[in-house]
């Protein structure tokens, strides 16, 4: 079992930068992933990074969020630039059993495929 807790939502500005941690309780897991849900929207796939660092984002997000890990703290990051009002919903730190390589490729963001979650983080980015 593998607990998440997600901290460092808030407000901001469009245009200002947030940067999201989760800290994981074991590291019971292979893949790391951020998702995020608006209001009366699905659930999506923000960013997804292996064991290994290779990182995957959605294209709503690329070249202005990061994602990293350090592995020694089970713990997981998003950084977040260039926010837009687009960015706000609550954000979700996952992790999946599952491995991730050439052999076996399948949809890191995906939230079907990740079987732990964290609670939850709001952002909210004001025009």
């Known amino acids: 079992q593998v607990q998440l807790v997600e901290s460092g939502g808030g407000s901001v500005q469009a245009g200002g930068s947030l940067t999201l941690s989760c800290s994981a309780s074991s590291s019971l897991y292979n893949t790391l992933g951020w998702f995020r849900q608006a209001p009366g929207k699905e659930r999506e796939g923000v960013a997804s990074?292996?064991?290994?660092?290779?990182?995957a984002y959605a294209d709503s997000v690329k070249d202005r969020f990061t994602i990293s890990q350090a592995i020694a703290k089970a713990t997981l990051y998003l950084q977040m630039s260039s926010l837009k009002s687009d960015d706000t919903a609550m954000y979700y730190c996952a992790a999946s059993r599952r491995l991730w390589g050439s052999w076996n490729r399948w949809n890191r963001l995906d939230p079907h495929e990740y079987h732990y979650w964290g609670q939850g983080t709001q952002v909210t980015v004001s025009s």
């Open positions: 990074i292996t064991a290994d660092g290779i990182t």
